[in-house]
């Protein structure tokens, strides 16, 4: 069994470990060996790591991951060793929202994501024989991983492959509730709610999706005058004032078309109801506990507005992440502006970068040897 090394988490709100002893699975017949070069840190990797949301401890986390293809298994027929690839999440293939073409919600989408086993019900990791769990069937915090052919994704191999990691979750999670699942038309306005990886994603596909007015709000000015450079038409800073009213103030009273929360506050879950015009909806896609409370009659039956819930963006990432690439060469989709770039071991600070909001994606460069282009 190979040895590889992997950031562990071993119980709930313990700092990232790593470790040089990890065993990794033996490969399967359709499965690929990565050679990980870089994984992005995601809002979700911390909400697991501190309990949020649970999986199982110990574990190794990461879902962002990006690298190149080492060994392919007998029955692989999509890759070859030397391809560049980035990691998303694994969908069977065989179910029936699966064979609709509807992966995100792929029957058994818990079951080979967030269980902490291999879709087989096999370990991916372990460490002296004891049970490590993974995450979507990936685990990018390694120097080396297995997956099946279905989570990657090939890139072109001119591009710098440490940036790309992030497009397997935040970008197409982001992208995808616009592009897939609210579908605005040209002349429509959105209002996004927060501004991390998640929310500015949102803000570039709505001014790709031709919105007159993309509304980004956030309580950090630098963060928002990021957002204006990626795509937002305005902005508000919602720190102590009525962020209803602005956004009427900004379309002539009536509201916007479409909302997206970023932010799971339970506040600011029902501000993106309460900022629609009448019929439009909201999506609420953050990863959080809390729950909001609805006005039925007023919101919903009355104005006809709607709440909408979002798995990854709808998102089927062999055809979205290229898209969203080809977006990024036609200068539309500038994600990689939100990166900053850390070492591996520099994980608990990167994190923690990400948890206070100084750095809105970091990227643990895990190959430090990868030339961008060779
Ligand atoms: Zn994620
Ligand atoms: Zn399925």
């Not at 950090?220 to 305005?234: F, I, M, Q």
């Not at 916007?256 to 506050?265: K, L, N, Y």
Request: with cysteine.
């Amino acid at each position: 069994m190979m040895k590889i090394k992997a950031a562990v988490v071993q119980q709930q709100n313990a700092d990232f470990e790593i470790k040089d002893d990890i065993e990794l699975a033996e490969m399967g017949p359709d499965d690929i060996q990565v050679h990980m070069v870089a994984s992005g840190i995601c809002h979700s990797d911390e909400a697991l790591r501190i309990g949020d949301a649970i999986i199982d401890y110990p574990i190794v986390l990461g879902h962002e991951g990006s690298g190149i293809v080492e060994k392919v298994g007998p029955e692989v027929t999509q890759f070859q060793p030397g391809d560049h690839v980035v990691l998303s999440f694994y969908a069977c293939g065989n179910c029936k929202s699966c064979l609709k073409g509807i992966p995100t919600q792929c029957e058994n989408y818990a079951h080979n994501n967030l269980s902490g086993i291999r879709p087989d019900g096999t370990s991916h990791f372990t460490e002296n024989g004891q049970h490590i769990a993974d995450m979507f069937d990936q685990s990018s915090f390694t120097t080396t991983t297995v997956v099946r052919e279905r989570n990657a994704v090939k890139v072109d191999k001119a591009l710098d492959l440490r940036k790309l990691g992030p497009l397997g979750c935040g970008y197409v999670t982001g992208s995808g509730t616009v592009l897939n699942t609210l579908k605005p038309r040209p002349g429509d306005t959105i209002a996004v709610f927060g501004t991390g990886a998640v929310g500015l994603a949102a803000m570039m596909a709505g001014r790709i999706s031709g919105c007159v007015k993309v509304i980004g709000i956030d309580i950090v000015d630098s963060r928002l005058e990021l957002a204006k450079e990626l795509g937002a038409t305005d902005t508000i800073n919602s720190k102590g004032i009525d962020v209803v009213q602005a956004v009427k103030d900004l379309t002539g009273g009536r509201g916007v078309d479409w909302a997206v929360d970023t932010t799971g506050v339970t506040a600011v879950m029902e501000s993106s109801i309460k900022v629609l015009a009448q019929g439009g909806t909201t999506a609420t896609i953050a990863v959080t506990p809390h729950h909001i409370d609805v006005d039925t009659w007023n919101d919903l039956c009355v104005d006809d507005k709607k709440i909408v819930g979002v798995n990854m963006g709808d998102s089927i990432p062999q055809i979205d992440i290229p898209r969203l690439i080809d977006f990024y060469k036609m200068g539309l989709f500038d994600f990689d502006k939100t990166e900053k770039f850390y070492s591996f071991d520099q994980i608990n600070e990167a994190n923690a970068d990400s948890r206070s909001g100084k750095t809105i994606k970091p990227v643990l460069v895990i190959d430090e040897t990868y030339v961008p282009g060779e």
